[in-house]
């Protein structure tokens, strides 16, 4: 896990200290789940003393927002990479969705605890992941308004836009989660509706 991002937005210069912590943290997480993860286990994994730790971060649910914080930012930056790199544009929209979403929940999902780790990830950083949300739905948008340009697709005749084209494939993306069917069990379903964004960009 990369810890310190730039993105198009901001540079971040990370505390080493700080860094490390998260790293280890996020294994700490992985390996043992959030309830059962002490401070005592985050320290001793990344070799630092208890007070140590407790100088950089209150408690273990601030680590873990902070890991989120980081994990989302890195997720971000990835996608809108994806978005503007080369190759068709329905692989760029997958590619970008890998980057946003899917390969963070592989590695979840490898994990035993990983349904403990979501459900713990929407009670403590849930105003992290909206944040997320809508900055993803603005970097689609762009990315399908430019490419609708591009082809002189006409979306508007069609009742659509480049934001709602975006909105829907997050709310897809967020229906899916409530009914239990999350990472890879996911990614067939947003295939299905980048093919019907292709068949309106190919509207002219």
């Not at 700490?28 to 070799?47: C, E, K, P, Q």
């Not at 997720?75 to 809108?80: E, K, L, P």
């Not at 739905?137 to 762009?142: E, L, V």
Request: contains cysteine.
């Amino acid at each position: 896990m990369v810890v310190s991002t730039v993105t198009s937005n901001e540079t971040r210069v990370e505390d080493p200290k700080r860094t490390r912590v998260l790293e280890g943290a996020m294994q700490v997480f992985l390996a043992y789940g959030f309830s059962r993860t002490t401070m005592d286990d985050i320290a001793r994994a990344v070799d630092i003393s208890r007070p140590a730790l407790y100088l950089l971060f209150r408690n273990k649910a601030d680590i873990f927002r902070a890991v989120e914080q980081d994990l989302l930012r890195e997720s971000r930056a990835n996608a809108c990479a994806a978005l503007r790199g080369e190759g068709a544009f329905s692989d760029r929209l997958l590619a970008a969705l890998d980057q946003a979403l899917f390969r963070l929940l592989r590695k979840i999902h490898e994990s035993p605890h990983g349904d403990e780790l979501l459900d713990f990830n929407n009670q403590i950083a849930a105003d992290l992941v909206a944040e997320w949300r809508q900055f993803m739905i603005q970097c689609f948008a762009k990315s399908i308004g430019e490419e609708a340009k591009r082809r002189g697709a006409k979306l508007e005749e069609q009742g659509l836009s480049a934001q709602s084209l975006a909105e829907m494939l997050f709310d897809l993306l967020a229906g899916l989660k409530v009914r239990g069917t999350r990472g890879l069990q996911a990614e067939p379903h947003c295939r299905r509706f980048i093919y019907l964004i292709e068949l309106a960009l190919d509207q002219k």
